[in-house]
């Protein structure tokens, strides 16, 4: 509120905003800037990221490489707050935003591929089970990555291809060589390790890592900020999970039931998936 009034934003958006067809039209720009604004300003209202989604596909020929850049991250980072925030439906919207881009030549022009970027968009993919396209996209854009971490994100992102192709043990292979530059690269490590030995059976192991992960995520606290607690969510769940069998009906409940409340915690799909596989 403050900031509109101060800066006396609040005219010009109110202008924006009776205006807003035309300048749909005849300035597509300013209409993705406001829209950009507006999802800033008002990130509740999902309406504003629907609008500047249509409004990008359909002029995506028409924007230069800075607006596509700007516009990709705008919508994009919008998703990922949201589906962190266990918003499942925009899984769907950032694969659209994904393969959009590709068509464009995006990936292609970005030589300089930031790890984060390229392992968000293999993991999007595979969320929603279409295989061909992130090996197509893998394959195509791996060269395009950041080099002070390209061999880490190569490794992570085999490894997640891998796990995705329930292939656990290669999968364990491949996170064996990433290296830990960046916390990202640790956390997105130890999920996926935790997950292959529990697929594997392989317990004592499994719990050999959630430890190892609790002391690191204790010594990184402050600047894993919301990500701490979603983590050590998992890792809680993910022994309670070890400790019920099939018989244990009520508490499998229990556990699903938390799931459901605390919709931020990672690997969330992963975990309901293995209580309904021991109902």
Not at 48 to 71: A, C, M, R, S
Not at 123 to 128: K, S, T
Not at 195 to 220: F, G, N, T, W
């Amino acid at each position: 509120g403050i900031y509109k009034s101060y800066w006396g934003v609040e005219n010009i958006l109110n202008y924006i905003e009776k205006n807003i067809e035309k300048i749909e039209e005849n300035h597509p720009i300013i209409f993705s800037e406001y829209k950009i604004l507006m999802m800033i300003l008002e990130p509740a209202k999902d309406i504003h990221f629907h609008d500047l989604e249509k409004h990008v596909f359909n002029n995506i020929n028409k924007l230069n490489e800075e607006e596509l850049e700007q516009v990709y991250y705008s919508l994009s980072n919008y998703c990922v707050n949201k589906i962190a925030l266990g918003e499942d439906k925009f899984v769907n919207e950032l694969y659209k935003i994904h393969s959009n881009f590709e068509k464009t030549g995006f990936y292609t022009k970005n030589k300089n591929l930031m790890y984060t970027d390229f392992i968000g968009v293999i993991i999007c993919g595979l969320n929603m089970k279409h295989l061909k396209w992130v090996q197509h996209f893998f394959e195509t854009y791996k060269s395009n990555i950041t080099s002070d971490v390209k061999r880490d994100t190569i490794n992570l992102s085999l490894a997640l291809i891998a796990f995705y192709e329930k292939k656990y043990k290669e999968c364990i292979g491949y996170l064996g060589k990433v290296g830990y530059k960046y916390t990202y690269f640790y956390l997105k490590s130890k999920e996926t390790l935790i997950k292959a030995y529990y697929e594997l059976d392989e317990i004592e192991s499994m719990e050999a890592v959630v430890d190892a992960a609790k002391h690191y995520l204790k010594r990184h606290k402050d600047i894993l900020s919301i990500h701490y607690d979603r983590f050590i969510l998992f890792l809680n769940y993910v022994i309670n999970l070890t400790k019920l069998d099939k018989k244990q009906k009520p508490e499998l409940k229990i556990l699903m039931k938390k799931l459901d409340e605390n919709r931020t915690t990672i690997a969330r799909e992963w975990l309901i998936e293995k209580i309904i596989e021991m109902k």
